[in-house]
C-alpha cells in the first residue's frame, strides 16, 4: 500500500467536528510521555505542557492530541506511564468530562487502535492527591484522523499523526518498535540516534515532509500533523502545517484554530525584569482563515 493510500485511509470513516467563528481548537502532538526514567524526553517539559494544558482548558479550548502522545514503543505498560504524569491526566480527565478532548495515535502509541484499549488501560487512574482511584478516559476511542469543517465557508482540515507517510513507522511498525525497544533506546545514551525516526534524522524529515506536502496538495486539502517533531504554519500555503511537538530541548509547540485565526504558538520559560521564571505564551505564525463578510456575518 502506497503512503497516499494510507494517509486516504486514515480520513475514512473519521469523526468531523464543526469549525466555526466560535470554534476553540488547540492541537497537540509528540508528547511521548513515558515512565519517568532517563528516556522519558518528556519529562523536561512536562510543567510547560502543564501550563499550556491549563490555560487551554479555562478558556474553553477543545483538547486534540495528533498521536504519539505516550511513548509505548519504550515503555510496555500505559498504566506506569500514568502513574508517573497523573497530574497531567488528571488534567486531561477533566477535558474528557466537559466533552472537549479527542485522542489519535501514532507510530509510537500505535497500541491504541485496538478496540476497547481505552476501557483496557485508561478507564481510570490513581490520583495521588485523593489517594483513591478515579475516572479517566472510559469509553474514549482512539482515531487515526479527524476533520475539522466548516460548512458554512466551505473548507476542512485533515488531521492525522503523519506516520502514513513513513514505510518503516507506518507498515513495518512492529519491527521498527522492537529494535528502538532493544536496540535504539540503549544506545541512545550513548549519543546515538536512531536512523529509523523522522524525528531524529534529518534526510529521513525531509522526505516525510516532502510526502506530506505533496498528498495535501495533490488532493487539494489542508492537512495537518505531528510526527517530525518541526513545527510549520505558512501563512501563504495552508496546505501542510505541523504542530511541532511538547519534547524540544526548550519549548512546546502547537497549533491553536480559535477566533477566525490558525496560530503556531510556543510555550517556553521566559524571564522577567527582576528575574523571575515563568512561562510564557508567544505567536511564532498566525494566519486569518476567514474572509470580512463571513466574519461581519458572525459578529
Not at 487512574?125 to 482512539?142: G, I, M, V, W
Not at 460548512?151 to 499523526?161: D, I, S
Request: net charge positive; charged share 20%; aromatic share 14%.
Amino acid at each position: 500500500m502506497s503512503y497516499d493510500s494510507r494517509l486516504s485511509r486514515a480520513f475514512q470513516n473519521a469523526p468531523v467536528l464543526p469549525l466555526n467563528m466560535r470554534s476553540r481548537y488547540v492541537l497537540i502532538s509528540d508528547c511521548h510521555r513515558g515512565s519517568g526514567n532517563s528516556n522519558d524526553n518528556f519529562l523536561k517539559n512536562q510543567n510547560l505542557y502543564f501550563t499550556a494544558l491549563k490555560h487551554y482548558y479555562e478558556c474553553g479550548f477543545t483538547y486534540i492530541e495528533l498521536g504519539d502522545g505516550d511513548e509505548l514503543w519504550e515503555n510496555r505498560k500505559m498504566s506506569q506511564i500514568i502513574e508517573i504524569h497523573n497530574n497531567v491526566f488528571w488534567l486531561l480527565s477533566l477535558f474528557f468530562k466537559a466533552g472537549r478532548l479527542y485522542m489519535m495515535y501514532g507510530n509510537h502509541d500505535m497500541e491504541k487502535k485496538k478496540t476497547g484499549y481505552g476501557d483496557n488501560f485508561c478507564a481510570s487512574y490513581f490520583c495521588t492527591d485523593a489517594q483513591c482511584h478515579r475516572p479517566l478516559f472510559p469509553n474514549l476511542k482512539f482515531h487515526e484522523g479527524i476533520i475539522l469543517e466548516n460548512a458554512g465557508q466551505n473548507f476542512r482540515f485533515y488531521l492525522t499523526h503523519g506516520h502514513q507517510a513513513d514505510f518503516f513507522n507506518s507498515t513495518c511498525w512492529k519491527l521498527t518498535r522492537f529494535l528502538v525497544r532493544y536496540l535504539w533506546k540503549p544506545l541512545e545514551h550513548f549519543g546515538v540516534l536512531d536512523p529509523t525516526s523522522a524525528a531524529k534524522n534529518y534526510k529521513r524529515k525531509d522526505k516525510t515532509e516532502q510526502k506530506l506536502s505533496h498528498y495535501a496538495k495533490n488532493h487539494d486539502i489542508m492537512l495537518v500533523t505531528g510526527h517530525t517533531h518541526r513545527p510549520r504554519l505558512n501563512p501563504d500555503d495552508l496546505s501542510y502545517i505541523n504542530t511541532g511537538s511538547c519534547v524540544h530541548p526548550r519549548c512546546v509547540t502547537c497549533i491553536e484554530i480559535a477566533c477566525g485565526k490558525i496560530i503556531l504558538v510556543k510555550w517556553a520559560l521566559s524571564t522577567r525584569a527582576d528575574g523571575a521564571l515563568y512561562v510564557a505564551r508567544s505567536v511564532l505564525m498566525e494566519r486569518e482563515l476567514y474572509s470580512s463578510a463571513f466574519r461581519s456575518s458572525m459578529i
